[in-house]
């Protein structure tokens, strides 16, 4: 499968604890992206990557979540302390290029923070 | 950021009729997307839009840009059960902030 992946698909933790989420965007593809979904709402977006740099961070976010991208390839988001508020799908996208900029979903890692 | 407003949010239509889902913003767009969302899945890109009065067709699928390109629709002639999810449009370019429609959740009933 050449698509863009996501794991873990699901993942429960305690509240305060850290959480960690890896993204593999399709081959080749520039820009990678962070969502975050919850039920019955449309993806929120979290930040995104060109190449290994990271060109913008939503005014949203919290302090608490950090993403990576340290070779322009896979990336990281991690969720320190996490809060019961933390509970979504959490999904990765990517595009090829600029002039491109079609997105390509992964399947999203549920976190539920308990 | 891109202040988005899509249309109504809810639809339920019989199989067989029409269905039209529309994307309103407060700033000139430089390119609109539109995704589907079928439920448990992810988005999946439909179609991008770049000029201004811009249709394309897509089988059932007609998808416009305003004049203005401050606004688009999604109109499927004759549903079908497989058309069955969310529908979101995306505002591209120009923004600061990226962020989807709040997305039209589509059920047809057979």
């Known amino acids: 499968d050449t698509g863009v992946s996501q794991d873990p698909r699901h993942k429960i933790t305690k509240r305060g604890q850290n959480v960690t989420f890896r993204c593999d965007p399709i081959?080749?593809?520039?820009?990678l992206y962070w969502y975050r979904q919850t039920l019955g709402q449309g993806p929120e977006f979290l930040t995104y990557?060109?190449?290994?740099?990271?060109?913008?961070k939503s005014r949203l976010l919290s302090d608490r979540f950090s993403a990576e991208r340290p070779k322009g390839s896979f990336s990281t988001l991690e969720i320190q302390r996490t809060e019961q508020g933390d509970s979504a799908m959490y999904l990765c996208?990517?595009?090829?290029?600029?002039?491109?900029?079609?997105?390509?979903f992964g399947p999203g890692t549920r976190l539920t923070v308990l | 950021g891109q202040q988005v407003m899509q249309i109504p949010q809810y639809q339920h239509v019989q199989e067989g009729e029409d269905f039209t889902t529309y994307c309103n913003s407060s700033?000139?767009?430089?390119?609109i997307q539109w995704y589907k969302q079928r439920p448990g899945g992810h988005p999946v890109f439909l179609i991008q839009?770049?000029?201004?009065?811009e249709v394309k067709k897509q089988k059932r699928l007609t998808f416009q840009f305003g004049e203005a390109k401050k606004n688009s629709s999604l109109h499927i002639t004759a549903t079908q059960t497989t058309d069955v999810g969310t529908y979101f449009c995306?505002?591209?370019?120009?923004?600061?902030?990226?962020?989807f429609g709040s997305g039209t959740q589509l059920t047809v009933l057979p």
């Open positions: 081959s080749e593809h520039n820009r």
């Open positions: 839009l770049v000029k201004s009065g």
């Open positions: 700033t000139t767009l430089s390119n």
């Open positions: 996208a990517s595009s090829p290029r600029l002039d491109n900029n079609e997105q390509f």
């Open positions: 990557f060109q190449n290994e740099a990271q060109l913008e």
């Open positions: 995306y505002p591209w370019g120009g923004a600061r902030q990226l962020t």
